[in-house]
């Protein structure tokens, strides 16, 4: 198992989400993080309709309304808590998660 530090914890706030990609040799891997209710949520940047990153610009990928994920090329809509497609061409389909681990103020991703 790889672990690979993300960021602090206190660099996340309710309302953003943050995307990060981690080199390696074969392909890179995006990903996002995602705060909710004081959890913290990993799931990989790729949308299950296109296979394309969800976000339009860096770090933008939540809803404006702030409460879901949502594809920036179709609009897709994914709950933040546990990545289900609740409206878009890919309703019923889920974002991949991401495990990742909590140690003092850090996150790290566990692949």
């Known amino acids: 198992m790889?672990?690979?530090f993300l960021c602090k914890q206190q660099d996340l706030t309710e309302d953003k989400a943050r995307g990060f990609t981690i080199e390696k040799k074969s392909e890179n891997l995006e990903l996002l993080l995602v705060k909710k209710d004081g959890e913290i949520y990993a799931y990989k940047n790729h949308c299950p309709h296109l296979g394309i990153t969800l976000n339009w610009q860096e770090d933008e990928f939540l809803s404006l309304e702030k409460t879901?994920?949502?594809c920036s090329t179709h609009g897709a809509t994914f709950n933040l808590d546990d990545g289900?497609?609740?409206a878009g061409p890919c309703t019923g389909q889920d974002l991949l998660p991401?495990?990742?681990e909590l140690r003092d103020d850090e996150i790290w991703l566990q692949i």
């Open 68 to 70: 879901h994920i949502e």
């Open 84 to 86: 289900h497609c609740i």
């Open 2 to 4: 790889t672990q690979h």
């Open 98 to 100: 991401l495990n990742i």
